[in-house]
């Protein structure tokens, strides 16, 4: 461990604690409504900036001001328990709608503006709102909602005369402990999305979580790269303005690389991303000039791998440190983090994390529900009081969905579904996800392995790999974008057998052949066979969600209808053979 990560543990973990002990948080800290924080920091300091999209900013004093006028509005028409839906762009209005919700003591829902229109349909149906917020009147985006849905504009009801909040809203000294504060829907990378209702304890914890990692203060400029509807967009928005820092909003997808670029040079000083948006930004020219002011870059989102560090410690200035975290939506807070000078040495392949954070417990367990010895992988479960109510399903909490534990009262129990090691000195490994792993020829493989082995060679900048095929036979497929001045020939696909008589164009097309081979050399080298892809089809870029995640769907459509499974498993055992054949004793 080093300095720079020890800051991270004296508030944690009392000597002797064993692994997984997190520290107690005394509920007084965490207690009262949500708004009532922010109207705190608002106080303090009513002409500070508190948001900034590049077009609009608003004060502290002004969105104070201008949540509590659109909070009346909301208290008026939306029934107590009704759930209020934010369809909105990642503008300063999505985080004051977000306000005036808390404001009237409403539950909210973040909805996506550009996602698509069936999955949109989908969530509206199982969320069942009372009513949603849009930006104008006639903004385009309310086409997109039920017709018998209540819409509140944000630019009509601002207009009105201010009214004051209602005298029966909950207040302190506590909300009751069921009281659904937020839902998040997750991204859908793995199936069909899932409501995850969260309390305003939870958000009130991420943000203390936030301040104590990133010392988070009114002199910060804070920009978010995650979008708003997302986890981490959450984290960013409540953390700043429950910090008195200054929230930097940019539409990824809108403004490109140039724009993230140019707001960096803008005095932002913390910058929260995932790791694949930094690894696209290191390619570019300029890329050191505008972070030369960002003291704290904080990723998440996706496993953080050594290579991401090295790769950063050559943009970043001396004194800037990286914040790795690992979270989960059921969680409501971050899980395990770590502080990491991008200067100094780091292990390869993904990083291992601190689980010692306020509020919550960790434990591994195996296949049969047993503690798993510490080195080996095992589900993540994770016990604690501020973790998710449950699932919001038909417009309504179902809390059956999270066990209660027998042993602690006020105590749930959530299995994540994330794989991970604990190691003896009680850091956590991530793996990943229970869901993409899979056997082949009757032994498990981890397509997030690969991944980490293909990240790690210096002619790959980025690379996702996932499991195709039928119930019967599978294989894993790889995408691979090469690294910066790696000449290849568009977007092509190579089996073991594979050559540039693939292509027109015989000398890049030999010359990706080459580089794909080489590829599989050193996977090789480094892997069982089993974890070797069958394929490996070099792409220009990974597609992404709209939440930044690896857009597995999209990647499967990029394969060939006539690449059946059987071929891929033919060629599998054909590269497995030759394994065998190298390592084998010279006679």
């Given at each position: ?383 604690g009081r501020y973790v998710a109510l449950g ?91 090469p690294a910066p001045g790696t000449h290849t ?99």
């Open positions: 461990m080093t300095a720079d990560q020890d800051l991270l543990r004296p508030t944690h973990r009392s000597a002797g604690s064993p692994p997984g002990t997190a520290l107690m948080v005394d509920d007084t800290e965490l207690d009262g409504p949500l708004f009532d924080a922010f109207a705190a920091v608002a106080a303090r300091q009513p002409a500070h900036l508190a948001l900034d999209d590049g077009t609009e900013r608003l004060s502290y004093g002004e969105l104070h001001d201008r949540a509590l006028a659109l909070g009346a509005r909301i208290a008026a028409v939306v029934p107590q328990d009704g759930l209020v839906g934010v369809l909105v762009p990642t503008t300063v209005l999505y985080p004051l709608a977000w306000l005036a919700c808390l404001a009237a003591r409403r539950p909210f829902l973040p909805l996506d503006p550009n996602q698509p229109p069936a999955r949109l349909q989908a969530i509206l149906a199982e969320a069942g709102l009372a009513a949603a917020i849009i930006p104008t009147p006639t903004s385009d985006l309310a086409a997109s909602l039920p017709a018998d849905l209540p819409r509140l504009s944000i630019a009509a009801e601002l207009g009105h005369e201010p009214a004051p909040l209602p005298p029966d809203l909950p207040s302190s000294p506590g909300l009751p402990s069921s009281q659904v504060g937020m839902v998040l829907f997750t991204s859908g990378s793995t199936g069909r999305p899932k409501g995850i209702a969260l309390h305003e304890r939870s958000q009130r914890l991420r943000a203390m979580n936030y301040r104590m990692a990133c010392d988070l203060g009114s002199d910060d400029r804070l920009l978010s790269l995650h979008p708003p509807w997302t986890n981490g967009g959450a984290g960013d928005t409540l953390g700043a303005l429950l910090c008195g820092a200054s929230l930097h909003l940019l539409d990824l997808k809108r403004a490109g690389l140039a724009g993230v670029r140019a707001m960096l040079s803008d005095g932002i000083t913390v910058c929260a991303t995932v790791p694949v948006v930094t690894r696209t930004l290191m390619a570019t020219d300029g890329a050191a000039e505008a972070l030369r002011g960002v003291r704290i870059l904080r990723l998440g989102g996706e496993t953080v791998m050594g290579s991401d560090i090295t790769g950063l410690a050559r943009m970043l200035p001396p004194t800037a440190r990286i914040l790795v975290r690992f979270g989960l939506t059921e969680a409501g807070t971050t899980l395990a983090q770590r502080l990491i000078n991008p200067h100094a040495p780091v292990e390869s392949g993904p990083l291992a994390l601190d689980p010692a954070v306020p509020g919550q417990t960790i434990s591994v367990v195996d296949a049969d529900g047993n503690s798993a010895a510490p080195g080996q992988p095992g589900e993540l479960v994770i016990r699932h919001w399903v038909a417009g309504k909490l179902d809390a059956s969905a999270f066990s209660a534990d027998p042993a602690a009262p006020g105590i749930r129990v959530v299995r994540s579904g994330d794989m991970v090691r604990l190691r003896p000195d009680g850091m956590l490994v991530p793996i990943g996800r229970a869901d993409r792993q899979v056997k082949i020829n009757g032994i498990r493989v981890e397509p997030e392995e690969t991944e980490a082995a293909l990240r790690s060679l210096p002619t790959v900048a980025d690379a996702a790999v996932f499991v195709h095929g039928t119930a019967d036979e599978h294989v894993l497929v790889a995408f691979v974008v020939f568009g977007t092509q696909a190579f089996g073991p057998h594979a050559s540039g008589r693939q292509a027109s164009g015989r000398h890049a097309a030999q010359h990706t052949a080459v580089l794909v081979r080489d590829w599989r050399t050193a996977l090789a080298a480094r892997l069982p066979p089993q974890q070797v892809p069958a394929r490996i089809q070099v792409v220009p870029a990974i597609p992404l969600l709209p939440s930044l995640k690896p857009d597995l769907p999209a990647l499967r459509a990029l394969l060939p209808a006539q690449g059946s499974p059987g071929m891929l498993v033919r060629a599998w055992t054909w590269l497995r053979d030759i394994r065998r054949r190298s390592s084998a004793p010279h006679r």
